[in-house]
């Protein structure tokens, strides 16, 4: 099997037409539907409601996260 450089090493020789179609497929591929991944993120806002109603999860305002990462 090929390593990811070797792959890589043959792509870049390709036009760049083909080298676009390929990022396409490769892109599509990883955005492919995963249903059991999805099934967890219809589950988690049920979750952190959960956890918030039960004080297990604390609320943020917007502001607070705003400054938080403006600061970094």
């Given at each position: ?19 676009a ?52």
């Open positions: 099997m090929q390593t990811a450089r070797e792959i890589y090493q043959k792509a870049i020789s390709l036009k760049p037409q083909e080298q179609e390929l990022v396409d497929k490769l892109l599509d591929h990883l955005d492919s539907p995963d249903k059991e991944i999805d099934d967890l993120w219809k589950k988690e806002p049920e979750h952190r409601v959960d956890a918030y109603e039960q004080s297990n999860l604390k609320a943020v305002s917007l502001n607070e996260i705003i400054a938080k990462y403006k600061q970094a």
